[in-house]
């Protein structure tokens, strides 16, 4: 999606099913929760623009990226979720801590699609700098948290009509 012109922040909700049937788990990283905490409430935000209760709507917070995946894990073996969205940001540094991480993490989050019955949203910045974090999370190029939330609402959708 990223070689598409569209910015999927901007989003029309008369295309978007009605998510008021569904509950969402989101897990949160606590790490970069200057970043973390916008890409949250872009998603919050276009959940209840969507019709989702409040009360549909779990929220647990982890330490970083990397504890995403048990965070997600969890989230749909207790919490009778429709979709999970995972929240986090890694922000590149001098060390190989970040290619690290980023992959685990992407691999992790793609095995709990491939394990579970329970979509899980990437909502994971992979930014060489803050900056660019920024930008990403309710900046100059709109808020990927909204555009997770879309997905994630496009995703209960579907698993509840296959």
Same mark, same amino acid.
């Not at 509950?23 to 989702?52: K, P």
């Given at each position: 999606m990223a070689t598409q012109n569209k910015n999927l922040s901007e989003y029309n909700k008369n295309e978007i099913p009605n998510a008021a049937d569904f509950r969402f788990g989101i897990v949160v990283s606590e790490w970069n929760s200057h970043i973390t905490q916008g890409l949250y409430q872009g998603a919050i935000d276009a959940l209840l623009d969507c019709g989702a209760l409040e009360s549909n709507i779990v929220t647990w !917070? =982890?330490? *970083? +990226?990397?504890? @995403?995946?048990? *965070? +997600?894990?969890?989230?749909?073996?207790?919490? &009778? =979720?429709?979709c999970v969205i995972a929240i986090g940001s890694v922000i590149k540094g001098e060390t190989m801590h970040f290619e690290f991480v980023c992959e685990g993490v992407t691999q992790g989050i793609k095995d709990l699609n491939v394990i579970h019955d329970v979509p899980v949203i990437f909502? =994971? @910045?992979?930014? !060489? !700098?803050?900056?660019?974090?920024?930008?990403? +999370? *309710? *900046?100059? &190029?709109? !808020?990927?948290g909204t555009e997770a939330a879309i997905a994630a609402i496009k995703m209960a959708y579907l698993r509840k009509n296959i």
């Amino acid at each position: 999606m990223a070689t598409q012109n569209k910015n999927l922040s901007e989003y029309n909700k008369n295309e978007i099913p009605n998510a008021a049937d569904f509950r969402f788990g989101i897990v949160v990283s606590e790490w970069n929760s200057h970043i973390t905490q916008g890409l949250y409430q872009g998603a919050i935000d276009a959940l209840l623009d969507c019709g989702a209760l409040e009360s549909n709507i779990v929220t647990w !917070n =982890v330490p *970083g +990226s990397f504890e @995403l995946i048990y *965070g +997600s894990s969890q989230m749909i073996k207790t919490q &009778h =979720v429709d979709c999970v969205i995972a929240i986090g940001s890694v922000i590149k540094g001098e060390t190989m801590h970040f290619e690290f991480v980023c992959e685990g993490v992407t691999q992790g989050i793609k095995d709990l699609n491939v394990i579970h019955d329970v979509p899980v949203i990437f909502c =994971v @910045l992979t930014d !060489n !700098n803050e900056q660019q974090s920024i930008d990403r +999370s *309710g *900046g100059k &190029h709109g !808020n990927k948290g909204t555009e997770a939330a879309i997905a994630a609402i496009k995703m209960a959708y579907l698993r509840k009509n296959i």
